[in-house]
């Protein structure tokens, strides 16, 4: 297999020759972002072929395709040798993050090829989140667009420093120095709003190879580099290792044996040597490095980005998730934050949902607590909200299950950045940045009191336990509660009714029907369950709670063993039939919106300790059943 050019026969002749030669060169790595069709790909497969690093056999392939294709006439589509899926050459789109190499004389280069269209916005912030430099695309004939402006605002927010303006297809409006300068001012008054204080602003023509690799005699008027050669000249300062503190997020505790027992991660900060005093976080417990231990031997040092196995001189409890960190490191633990956050679900975010949260090699439970505002990322405008939709930015608070280990956002990004996966499809849907943590974290601890739960169920001679009943409007569920309320009475025990209207006109008088108040309707109550329990009592809960995730939330909450989820199974059409209220009705008129059943969802249990059809079994016979359930549990 030959390359394009003789020049770089070497790596066909002799491989080693060339690794050798390559070896100490410094490696950039950098992405293309913008808007749609702004020409990224094709831009990419320019650079490929302009740094002789396609073959013979790729060039030829490349011709027959382009001549398939024919979306560039007689001329090679650069873009066919990036976009590698069969929907990608078929939609002319980018989908997927595509990575490439290629290398010049002098410097390494891995560049992220990432889609424009919003629904991809995903995939744009995956290839950001390890970049050293951003190359903006923009369309000379279109300007400055709002996916422009979103995917600049994210390469700031993910820390990338180095900016370059990329105006394409300069061909398609005759190299005119006055569009291109419009442009450059455009994207300068955006770019000040945001933070961005220098950029690198060049004129090019992906498809013809103007300020390319080579000067475009098309642009006399252009005195700045080329693209190639300003990402070759350009100064990347190395990332920090000594000057900052070490820390090593604990991948898997490696025991081959039962007289070896190291902690194995990858070094997230500092350098690392034997000897040096050490603490675990979150449990700030203290030890000494014993040995730094890889597959070809130990070490007597190891720095940013290596892989290690770590022994300590002591018996220490450390596990995965945990931190292993200098004595002076700034590591903080804490359970609520300040974070920013970018969305990347087609369903909404809706406030007190719970998901789960990778931060490091951590994984916890999170919801989001509020959400502060969201950004508009043209204007920079600050906009009240009560959800996130697909790609939006906001600024939230969020609390996780226990305290973690962390560092802003702007110091680590391993130790600042996490993401958000959905509990039961486990899709990534958000990724976020920890500004800082919130004061009453840290300030606000659980108060233990002498007097314990046992102590209260015990006088009253009962296991706490809450029995959720959930179901349509108009199923049964207080008819139920009410019926199993008075045998339990009748038994001496102690409970308590927590019924969806009744607390809606208290506790909860301040929410809707949304989605969003329809979740904190049901955490809140959760919580009031818990503390019920607490207090030794069996709890009865009848609320409609349409959404699974939030009965799971609320199971998590108490507890297993004292949660029994009730499914009233009742058809809609005998709910409606019941209806006294006269609710469907409305509902189906328009008059009544967010009705569970009719315009508004009702996820039915997947696998409830009780259903109860109510079109067969009378209340007091259901309430029968769950007293069984109760007391057989």
């Not at 994210?154 to 300069?170: E, Q, S």
């Not at 280990?405 to 130790?415: A, C, D, H, I, R």
Request: proline content about 3%; glycine content about 6%; hydrophobic content about 40%.
């Amino acid at each position: 297999m030959k390359l394009k050019s003789n020049k770089t026969n070497i790596i066909a002749n002799d491989i080693d020759a060339y690794l050798k030669t390559h070896q100490n060169k410094s490696l950039l790595r950098f992405i293309t972002c913008g808007s749609v069709d702004d020409g990224k790909s094709t831009l990419i497969g320019r650079l490929l072929y302009d740094s002789k690093m396609i073959f013979e056999d790729q060039l030829a392939q490349l011709k027959i395709d382009s001549k398939k294709s024919g979306t560039q006439g007689k001329k090679i589509d650069f873009a066919l040798l990036v976009d590698g899926l069969e929907a990608e050459r078929q939609q002319g789109i980018t989908i997927d993050v595509a990575y490439r190499f290629f290398s010049t004389e002098k410097r390494k280069f891995i560049v992220a090829d990432t889609p424009g269209h919003e629904q991809y916005t995903r995939n744009m912030v995956t290839g950001a989140s390890d970049s050293q430099l951003a190359v903006i695309l923009i369309d000379a004939q279109k300007g400055v667009l709002t996916q422009t402006r979103r995917h600049s605002y994210l390469c700031h927010l993910l820390g990338i420093n180095h900016i370059v303006l990329a105006v394409n297809k300069m061909d398609l409006v005759s190299y005119d120095q006055t569009i291109f300068d419009s442009i450059i001012s455009n994207y300068k008054t955006f770019a000040d709003t945001i933070g961005i204080k220098n950029f690198e602003s060049i004129p090019i023509s992906g498809l013809n190879g103007d300020n390319i690799a080579t000067r475009s005699t098309n642009t006399k008027w252009y005195k700045g580099p080329t693209l190639l050669n300003h990402l070759e000249d350009l100064n990347i300062k190395p990332e920090k290792s000594e000057s900052t503190s070490f820390f090593m997020p604990v991948q898997w505790v490696n025991r081959p044996n039962q007289d070896f027992r190291g902690f194995s991660g990858r070094i997230a900060s500092g350098i690392v040597k034997p000897d040096q005093k050490i603490k675990i976080f979150p449990s700030n417990k203290t030890s000494h490095i014993d040995r730094i231990v890889t597959l070809k031997g130990d070490l007597d040092h190891a720095i940013l980005n290596q892989s290690v196995t770590l022994t300590l001189k002591d018996e220490i409890d450390c596990s995965r998730g945990q931190i292993i960190a200098s004595e002076d490191s700034l590591i903080q633990s804490a359970d609520q934050f300040e974070t920013l956050l970018i969305w990347m679900d087609e369903s909404s975010l809706i406030p007190s949902r719970s998901y789960y949260l990778k931060i490091g090699t951590e994984t916890v439970l999170a919801f989001i607590s509020k959400i502060k505002y969201k950004i508009n990322v043209n204007t920079m405008e600050k906009i009240a909200a009560k959800k996130l939709d697909l790609n939006e930015i906001g600024i939230v608070n969020l609390t996780t299950d226990r305290p973690i280990p962390f560092v802003p956002f702007k110091e680590n990004k391993t130790l600042g950045g996490f993401i958000l996966i959905n509990r039961m499809t486990n899709a990534t849907v958000a990724g976020g940045m920890i500004n800082f943590s919130l004061n009453r974290a840290s300030n606000i601890q659980w108060q233990k009191m002498d007097v314990t739960r046992e102590n209260r169920a015990k006088l009253k001679n009962q296991k706490p336990v809450v029995v959720w009943m959930t179901g349509l409007s108009g199923s049964g569920k207080s008819t139920i509660a009410n019926a199993l309320e008075k045998k339990l009475l009748q038994m001496n025990h102690h409970t308590f009714i927590l019924d969806g209207d009744n607390i809606r006109l208290g506790l909860n008088k301040d929410l809707g029907f949304t989605d969003a108040d329809r979740v904190e309707n049901i955490r809140r109550v959760g919580q009031v369950a818990k503390l019920m329990t607490d207090a030794g009592l069996i709890v009865i809960v009848a609320f409609i709670s349409p959404f699974q995730s939030d009965r799971d939330l609320v199971r998590q909450m108490i507890g297993k063993k004292e949660f029994i989820e009730v499914f009233i199974d009742t058809p809609l059409s005998v709910a409606e039939d019941r209806d006294v209220k006269g609710l469907y009705a409305k509902a189906r008129s328009g008059k009544l919106k967010n009705f569970t059943g009719i315009d508004s969802p009702y996820e039915a249990p997947e696998d409830p300790e009780i259903r109860i059809d109510t079109t067969t079994l009378p209340a007091d016979e259901a309430a029968d059943k769950i007293i069984s359930m109760i007391f057989d549990n």
